[in-house]
């Protein structure tokens, strides 16, 4: 591992909440620390170089997804991300695209998955009539319980929305995360919505039609999600609720 080098950091600065203001590369030399990831570099710079430049950072641990960016051209999370994986000692850091730029390399994933929920209706839709709130929660198979983990674990970081070709080039469909969301219900036998229903939100060209398989998102999503799988999973049940 390579210690005591200099880093050279070429950061996007751009401040939409600044008049007159321009998007533009900025340059930054920080001396590299054993350990030291690209969360830890950007602090470092914040502190003792540049106490305007912006980033978002929660729980340091890859658990909150806020520190997502662009480092050397792939989507990923800042804090899991070691410097000494780049030999030359040269980052560069861009925004994640596709997403509101709050400034620099922060932008509003919350307000897209907010959205995204929304138009997904992604909420347990349980039997209404069914209702008792003294009543003990039904146990549920073992089995069902891991799936359902499994497709908890997204962090809503968006790198799979940034790694997303089609989501690029088309803004309404509803990319990976979306589908893993929704199938994540589609699953829970708790869900009282049919294969109908889920037909209407994501039967069609910006849903499950419309992605091209390019996996951007399996190759880059930070937890390992199974989207390929899902995707799949959620066509094959979209193909027979045609039929
Ligand atoms: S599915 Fe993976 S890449 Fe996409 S938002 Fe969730 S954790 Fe991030
Ligand atoms: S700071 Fe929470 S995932 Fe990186």
């Known amino acids: 591992m390579s210690q005591g080098r200099t880093l050279t950091f070429n950061i996007f600065r751009y401040d939409p909440q600044v008049s007159g203001d321009k998007p533009k590369m900025v340059k930054y030399q920080i001396e590299e620390t054993p ?5 830890i570099a950007l602090n470092l710079l914040r502190e003792q170089q540049d106490s305007s430049l912006q980033f978002d950072f929660v729980c340091r641990a890859g658990i ?3 520190c997502a960016m662009v480092i050397n051209g792939f989507p990923t999370l800042a804090c899991r991300t070691l410097t000494s994986k780049y030999p030359q000692g040269e980052i560069t850091l861009m925004p994640l695209p596709g997403f509101e730029l709050i400034g620099d390399l922060s932008v509003n994933t919350g307000k897209f998955m907010r959205e995204l ?10 039997d209404q009539d069914d209702v008792d709130v003294h009543r003990l929660e039904a146990p549920m ?17 968006g790198v799979c ?6 989501k690029q080039m088309r803004e309404t469909f509803v990319g990976a995360v979306g589908m893993m969301k929704l199938a994540r219900f589609e699953l829970d036998s708790r869900d009282t919505r049919s294969v109908e229903d889920f037909y209407h939100v994501i039967g069609n060209q910006d849903g499950v039609f419309g992605c091209m398989t390019l996996l951007g998102c399996q190759d880059n999503c930070p937890k390992d999600l199974p989207h390929m799988q899902q995707i799949a999973y959620l066509r094959r049940k979209m193909a027979v609720a045609l039929v």
Do not use: D, I, N, Q
């Open 117 to 126: 929920a929304e138009r997904l209706k992604l909420w347990l839709h349980p």
């Open 161 to 166: 929305v940034s790694a997303c070709a089609t």
């Open 35 to 39: 350990g030291m990831s690209v969360f």
């Open 141 to 157: 198979a073992p089995e069902e319980a891991a799936r359902l983990y499994e497709l908890e674990r997204c962090v809503e970081c």
């Open 64 to 66: 909150c997804g806020s």
